[in-house]
């Protein structure tokens, strides 16, 4: 069965805003492949009428720009629609006076809080205003902490199934309030009942089911199997919903670092769309999430978004998906797919994000050196040499541009810090003083041309709000690659005895394997061990 509903979500919470002409763009672009939705991820990214602190300062989309997008999405046949937060990953919001009390602990809304509910009746107020559908994502995913803070010192421990049940019944009233028709994602639901949102064999006790208002239509996300049987037994549980439809929402992986894992992606969404055609799923979506920073651009998924369109029609056909998208777009399919050759570092098809991790290797701590692999280096020159030759003239050269300099730069520094630790610990000074005097500068010189190509892409298609920090940390990146080369050649002029890092013997990375690439997706983690101690 072809899903009524194909659309995308784009994340417009962590840090990247989408620029509304941009949106306009994206969306006339997903029309043209078939799609007919588009869902903007907006956690407090959004105006409020009388919340000024809402969003402050973090490029939230005002009342007219939404109504703007929206009239231009309506003119052009897709719906604009809504997501947004009304339980959890709202961790902003704390920071202000405003909201302390809003909040049960961490990211949490206080279930049964006065307060809460006029904040949500106010955040449904503008958004019906703004938006002409009247379908909206209310999200109410991953509420780990959910009755676990003030909420528990206010009335003590509590089944966290009734909160979440409670919660949901209280925002279906002011959902109503405003003819909103409702959709969420579904992960709680299991995630209390059972441990784990994947543990689908289990049932969820029916007075849970029961207790789901009509109407709400749930949404099972998933972008991590490759396995078609897998989706099926997700299906096949959420079917305990016999009074509330199931969208599904699966992904490309756009949330682990500057490049995309497209070939991964290409795998899970097949599966997963063989899968929905076997059940009656009329709303079917992608995500595009953005965690950690928002560094990977959502056009750079162009090869995805098409094939997944093609695959939402009962076309399964690579070669064929491949001909028609060179038809459409004038770039070889698999020439837009090496967009994601700065994580592509072995001919595993798996999730990984060197792209964000070597860029980032502390050239004395080296805590990623573990992942090198005889070859890497020579892989990443010939992933250099492909992506120079895309930048000729077409639409997206700004985007093979970005991704020519970060390959290259990793194709540099990618083995320096075994080189370096190496000569260090043979006491090879002549070898030192070359990687002082040659290999350190080009590497801030690269990591000056990663940071000047990135930050054009961003500001053509994000508000420059989140800019800041991913400035902060290209800062950082220079900053302690000056620092080191400044430390190298004061131990080589015999003003220091050591270079303590180098002292230090290696570990593999706890969760991974020597000469494997990984998927480590936190920044602080990747620079320092140190830096989640500095608060």
């Given at each position: ?16 805003v989408m620029r509304p002409e941009q949106v306009k763009e ?156 409702p959709m969420m994602w579904s992960d709680m639901f299991f ?131 491949a001909a028609k998208f060179e038809a459409q777009f004038g ?205």
């Amino acid at each position: 069965m072809q899903p009524k509903t194909l659309g995308v979500m784009l994340d417009c919470s962590r840090n990247a805003v989408m620029r509304p002409e941009q949106v306009k763009e994206f969306a006339k672009l997903i029309r043209s492949m078939g799609y007919n939705m588009l869902q903007l991820y907006t956690e407090d990214t959004y105006e409020v009428k009388d919340e000024p602190y809402f969003g402050y300062m973090r490029g939230r989309y005002t009342m007219d720009e939404m109504k703007d997008m929206d009239a231009y999405c309506r003119s052009i046949g897709v719906e604009l629609i809504p997501c947004i937060q009304v339980l959890a990953h709202l961790g902003h919001l704390p920071r202000w006076e405003d909201y302390y009390l809003h909040m049960d602990c961490r990211d949490v809304l206080l279930v049964g809080d006065p307060r809460v509910y006029q904040l949500i009746d106010r955040m449904f107020a503008t958004l019906s205003e703004c938006f002409t559908t009247r379908r909206i994502h209310i999200g109410m995913d991953e509420a780990f902490y959910l009755g676990m803070g003030r909420h528990m010192q206010q009335h003590g421990w509590q089944n966290r199934s009734e909160i979440l049940l409670q919660h949901l019944t209280e925002v279906k009233k002011l959902a109503d309030k405003y003819g909103l028709q409702p959709m969420m994602w579904s992960d709680m639901f299991f995630h209390l009942a059972n441990g784990d949102r994947n543990q689908v064999d289990a049932k969820l006790p029916q007075e849970v089911i029961d207790a789901v208002p009509e109407g709400i239509e749930l949404v099972y996300w998933d972008y991590y199997s490759k396995d078609i049987d897998h989706y099926d037994r997700q299906f096949t549980a959420h079917q305990q919903f016999v009074n509330n439809k199931t969208a599904f929402a699966g992904g490309i992986w756009t949330w682990t670092g500057y490049a995309p894992n497209l070939r991964y992606s290409l795998e899970a969404t097949e599966a997963a769309l063989r899968s929905v055609a076997k059940y009656d799923v009329e709303t079917v979506f992608l995500t595009e999430w953005g965690d950690d920073g928002a560094d990977c651009s959502r056009w750079s998924t162009l090869p995805l978004l098409f094939a997944a369109a093609q695959m939402a029609k009962g076309n399964f056909d690579r070669a064929d998906i491949a001909a028609k998208f060179e038809a459409q777009f004038g770039y070889g399919f698999e020439e837009f797919m090496d967009l994601e050759l700065a994580n592509i570092n072995n001919d595993e098809i798996v999730i990984s994000n060197p792209s964000k991790y070597l860029l980032f290797n502390d050239p004395f701590l080296g805590l990623f050196d573990y992942t090198y692999h005889d070859g890497l280096k020579e892989r990443y020159l010939a992933a250099a040499e492909k992506l120079a030759a895309s930048v000729n003239g077409r639409p997206y050269d700004y985007l093979f541009d970005f991704h020519h300099k970060l390959v290259s730069a990793i194709a540099r520094k990618c083995d320096f810090g075994i080189r370096l630790r190496a000569a260090y610990q043979a006491g090879d000074k002549a070898t030192l003083q070359k990687l002082h005097d040659t290999e350190l500068p080009a590497m801030i010189a690269d990591a000056e041309a990663v940071y000047r190509s990135f930050r054009a892409l961003w500001l053509k298609e994000n508000k420059a709000f989140g800019l800041e920090v991913q400035e902060m940390r290209f800062g950082q990146l220079l900053l302690r690659t000056r620092s080191c080369m400044e430390r190298l050649q004061e131990y080589l002029d015999g003003k220091i005895a050591v270079i303590e890092e180098l002292e230090e013997t290696q570990l593999v990375g706890h969760y991974g394997q020597e000469g494997k690439p990984e998927c480590f997706n936190s920044y602080l983690q990747v620079i320092s061990t140190c830096a989640d101690a500095c608060g």
